[in-house]
């Protein structure tokens, strides 16, 4: 693809667009740790995204979405809709390239993420969830300053940005001599960050985990068509993976794509955190457990070279003791 196709907002994200956020991303962020952990006799590979500047793989598509706007889209700011971690990495974006950002974001989001979107100069906008549709707020806002709305999962810049995750994680494999097909394992909200490795690495197996009650991706792919979340009132400790329904753009790409998947329970989630604080002395938030939590689980069995997504660690400090005490 040209310059000028990558360019276009109305087209199909792909792998060629994945390289090109790759030399982007890597001009400024160092390669995430991918840190050996063992599994039943098995060496799972887990990507340890919470070490990112904002804690979350959300850096990458916003920092290469962001790079891409005109001067005069630039001069108007962006809008984007966030339970948190999207939201501070488009903060953090936009600061350092002086945007003016205003984040919609959830009323019952964890206040570190909250606090740390205000840190970096985002105004923020709360919304309740369950009960208003974030999507609408963000729209009358664009309608009325010009912004630029730079959404969560549903754009093709942020789904090539996550997928560097994937080009990361190959080569860092490479350099260890790891050889073999890759059996990639993700968590999965929209489908930004598992569509995007999808394109990153065509050749690898795709598993994907969602939290009880949140699974609208895996019955979308089993149903053949896009389906939203039954009850958005379903209690889940994954607020960043609370998303209502997948977009086309994401559902085109895992459609045919998802090797299996797995729908994790709140028991399930607390356990990963445990291993990934006494195994590997990190602190990774719910959502951002839930790959690894499929994988404890017994409910996606690793194959080939597998490589784990721990997408985040932004999580208050009430609810993370919770969790990985079993008392939430």
Not at 34 to 47: A, F, M, Q, Y
Not at 67 to 76: K, M, V
Not at 85 to 100: V, Y
């Amino acid at each position: 693809m040209t310059e000028q196709e990558l360019r276009d907002p109305k087209r199909k994200p792909s792998h060629e667009g994945v390289l090109r956020a790759m030399t982007k991303i890597a001009a400024i962020l160092p390669p995430t740790p991918l840190l050996p952990l063992e599994v039943d006799g098995t060496t799972i590979w887990c990507k340890a995204e919470m070490l990112q500047p904002i804690g979350a793989f959300k850096i990458r598509g916003a920092w290469n979405r962001l790079t891409d706007l005109t001067d005069e889209e630039r001069a108007r700011g962006v809008v984007a809709v966030s339970s948190g971690n999207h939201a501070q990495g488009i903060a953090w974006a936009a600061q350092r390239l002086g945007i003016t950002a205003t984040i919609i974001m959830p009323e019952n989001a964890p206040k570190a993420k909250i606090e740390a979107t205000r840190g970096y100069g985002a105004e923020v906008v709360l919304y309740q969830r369950p009960g208003q549709d974030r999507d609408a707020i963000a729209a009358e806002l664009i309608a009325r300053t010009g912004a630029t709305l730079v959404h969560p999962f549903g754009d093709p810049w942020v789904m090539e940005g996550q997928g560097t995750l994937g080009l990361e994680a190959e080569a860092q494999l490479k350099a260890r001599g790891v050889e073999g097909p890759l059996h990639i394992i993700a968590c999965c909200g929209g489908g930004g960050l598992s569509g995007g490795l999808a394109l990153a690495c065509p050749d690898a197996t795709l598993s994907i985990a969602e939290p009880q009650g949140w699974d609208d991706m895996i019955r979308s792919i089993a149903a053949g068509e896009i389906l939203s979340v039954e009850d958005q009132a379903f209690p889940t400790p994954c607020d960043a993976l609370q998303t209502p329904r997948t977009f086309p753009i994401n559902f085109d790409v895992l459609r045919d794509r998802v090797h299996s998947s797995a729908v994790v329970t709140p028991a399930d989630i607390s356990a990963a955190m445990r291993v990934t604080f006494e195994k590997l002395h990190l602190v990774v938030e719910p959502g951002g457990a839930a790959a690894l939590a499929a994988v404890l689980s017994g409910k996606i069995d690793p194959v080939a070279t597998p490589v784990v997504t721990l997408s985040g660690g932004n999580v208050d400090w009430e609810s993370y003791r919770q969790m990985v005490g079993g008392t939430a």
